[in-house]
């Protein structure tokens, strides 16, 4: 079946679809805004016509190329082009600024490709018990992932991990705006209708995160990169990357690791899994000092965790038909439109059809390696030598276009100008806009699984008992107060480490 | 030499302003929709508090808004909500383009002294620009667009 499989997809039509799609994904998903999910929605239609392999082919590229494609911004621009590459940022922009930003690109691009051909790996070889052990996430789990994930405020604050707290507690509060999860009413509007459809994650995540940017650049008088050496291509060069990721290969097969992990939790995708390998790269890291101001190893750590869940989401999704990204929703659409229902028939009796689409992901992470390090470079050009002045509103451009595409309101628009502004007043006290965009997208999850915990504990004299029965919960508890006390360990073993050293020179004086 | 400044203190401040600010407007709903919220209200709070204490015994001191001109990122912010604002009454086309081109005067000015036939040219520039991402977006992605009076 699966040589059956690899024999469908080595057709023309089928290589240059995975191409185009590639390509096309690439482009969407560079631009700040554009989701990966969006790309999917809006080339949905032109695939109802073409045969089910085809269509689903050249979906699954345009998946593969717009969650990569995020890093493109995030690094050239400091904009994550996609939620997936938030913590792409914090090491590409750094890199670009050192003018190592093609460097950055090529690197992005070969793990983009690792994560993405493991992803698929996984998905053929570890689908069925993978997909047993998302069935046993209930609302406490996913309250625990929530709290888990937010432990890595600590990672991702810049000054102080009290303001850094703040920072995380101020984008939850601002995720609580609108209508309530469960029990449906509407909170903190403010007496202003406008404000009942809440403020989506996207529209804070590109006006937290570009336009404090575009104020520094309007400040400043000139382009953050227009000031800075290009480095040599030798050192963006394709061998040169392909050495550099590969070694180090513990920091890519945990990245792998987590990404899979966290891609069959359905709801989870490489919007938390970027962040959760960045902070245990950083975590794991013999020099963390360094992360945030332009470290190759936390690059790797994102872009290879976010491209794997975009083969790892599809675990849930062919085994149970649940969807493990918002992505694989419209992935799903196309299934049942071609009447593939998922479940174990959609392994055997469709199974060339499903081998070949998964394959075909593969290929589709292959295809980046060109795609990505052509268009990266000519993208980069087009940045560098454009005049800062212009620069400014045509990313300004792009931010509104994002923001307004998102659910066509002018309102969300102004919401990312009022974000943007605070974010930027709020950087300069210390209060850094990754936290607060850390707490916005965990805070719901946060929320719906405490208080769907809470509901279905109401029988119990304490109700928040409910977040305590499931052996999966212990292990989460675990690993939330190992992830809170790891700062401390190691600041205590360092000094351990540093006492027979400073008394030995103490001695010698 | 600039002024350094408390910014634990400033921080918390912002934080105590924002936290009363929610509970001021915290509407009287129902408990499932309110015990997250108010959870985070007291987090937000007690954490304010934390970095005002800290502001007094151990604070961080740095510059504020040192880098470049602040005149310039106040009126390129008001610029911003200036063009959004417009979107409504003049269209997305006419807007971003008037916007736009309004921008690219007021910042190039720090760089170059902007000749009538500078502009002119960069109006150009900036016509094919708007007019690429407007057939992007509407033709080709059928992505709606904000409308106005105008295109």
Redesign the interface.
């Known amino acids: 079946m699966l040589f059956d499989a690899i024999g469908q997809l080595m057709q023309p039509v089928i290589i240059l679809a995975i191409f185009a799609g590639v390509t096309a994904g690439l482009l969407v998903g560079a631009m700040p805004g554009l989701t990966a999910t969006m790309a999917l929605a809006v080339l949905l239609p032109f695939t109802f016509t073409l045969p089910p392999l085809l269509g689903l082919v050249a979906l699954g590229a345009v998946y593969m190329g717009a969650i990569y494609g995020g890093s493109f911004a995030a690094i050239l621009v400091n904009t994550p082009g996609t939620p997936s590459s938030i913590a792409t940022a914090f090491e590409g922009w750094p890199l670009a600024k050192q003018g190592r930003a093609l460097e950055a690109i090529s690197v992005a691009t070969i793990s983009s490709a690792v994560g993405g051909i493991a992803g698929v790996l996984f998905l053929l070889l570890l689908s069925p018990p993978l997909a047993r052990l998302s069935l046993k996430f209930g609302p406490a789990e996913y309250f625990w992932v929530a709290v888990l994930g937010l432990t890595l405020i600590a990672s991702v604050s810049e000054q102080s991990l009290w303001k850094g707290w703040l920072g995380g507690a101020l984008g939850m509060l601002i995720g609580t705006i609108g209508v309530a999860p469960i029990g449906g009413e509407t909170r903190f509007i403010f007496e202003l209708p406008v404000l009942q459809g809440g403020v989506e994650m996207i529209v804070a995540l590109i006006g937290l995160f570009v336009l404090p940017e575009l104020y520094m650049m309007a400040a400043r008088g000139e382009s953050a990169l227009g000031a800075v050496d290009i480095n040599s291509h030798r050192q963006a060069s394709f061998w040169s990357a392909v050495k550099k990721v590969f070694s180090m290969p513990v920091n890519l097969i945990r990245s792998c690791i987590i990404g899979e992990i966290i891609a069959i939790i359905p709801g989870a995708g490489g919007n938390i899994a970027n962040l959760v390998a960045y902070s245990e790269a950083k975590r794991a890291s013999k020099t963390p000092e360094k992360f945030g101001t332009g470290t190759l190893e936390g690059l790797v750590a994102t872009e290879s965790s976010n491209n794997v869940t975009v083969a790892g989401s599809m675990v849930p999704l062919l085994t149970l038909g649940i969807p493990g990204a918002p992505p694989d929703a419209v992935i799903l659409g196309v299934m049942l439109l071609h009447g593939l229902r998922p479940g174990i028939e959609l392994f055997t009796t469709s199974g060339t059809l499903t081998y070949a689409f998964i394959i075909s992901m593969g290929l589709a992470a292959i295809a980046m390696i060109p795609v990505g390090l052509y268009g990266g470079r000519l993208i980069y050009r087009v940045i560098f030598r454009t005049p800062y002045y212009f620069l400014v509103p045509t990313i300004a451009l792009a931010t509104i276009l994002g923001s307004y595409a998102f659910r066509n309101s002018i309102t969300d628009v102004v919401i990312m100008l009022i974000l943007g502004t605070l974010g930027y007043i709020l950087k300069q006290v210390g209060i850094a806009p990754a936290p607060i965009v850390l707490g916005l997208i965990l805070g719901s999850i946060a929320e719906m699984g405490y208080v769907q915990a809470m509901l279905s504990g109401l029988a119990e004299p304490h109700p928040i008992i409910r977040l305590f029965v499931n052996p999966l919960s212990y292990i989460l508890i675990v690993m939330i107060l190992f992830s809170m006390a790891w700062p401390y360990i190691t600041s205590v073993y360092r000094r351990l480490k540093n006492r027979p050293q400073q008394e030995t020179e103490s001695n010698h004086e | 030499m600039s002024r350094e400044y408390n910014?634990?203190y400033?921080?918390?401040l912002?934080?105590l302003i924002?936290t009363l600010f929610?509970k001021y407007?915290?509407?009287d709903?129902?408990r499932?929709?309110?015990?997250?919220?108010n959870a985070?209200?007291i987090?937000?709070g007690c954490?304010?508090v934390?970095?005002i204490i800290?502001g007094f015994i151990k604070p961080?001191r740095?510059t504020?808004?040192d880098?470049?001109?602040?005149i310039?990122?106040i009126v390129?912010?008001l610029l911003?909500?200036g063009?959004?604002i417009a979107?409504?009454f003049l269209g997305f086309l006419v807007s971003?383009i008037s916007?736009?081109a309004l921008?690219?005067f007021y910042?190039?000015r720090?760089?170059l002294k902007v000749t009538k036939g500078r502009f002119l040219i960069?109006l150009g520039?900036i016509v094919v620009?708007?007019l690429f991402?407007y057939l992007i977006?509407a033709k080709v992605?059928?992505?709606?667009?904000?409308e106005g009076m105008f295109i």
């Not at chain 2, 499932?32 to 919220?37: E, Q, Y």
């Open positions: 910014t634990d400033i921080a918390g912002i934080g924002i929610f407007f915290q509407e709903v129902n499932l929709s309110i015990m997250f919220p985070i209200i987090i937000l954490t304010s934390s970095l800290k961080t740095s504020l808004f880098v470049g001109s602040n310039r990122w390129t912010g911003f909500f063009w959004v979107i409504p971003t916007f736009f921008i690219v910042l190039s720090t760089q960069w520039v620009e708007v991402f977006f992605l059928h992505a709606p667009l904000p």
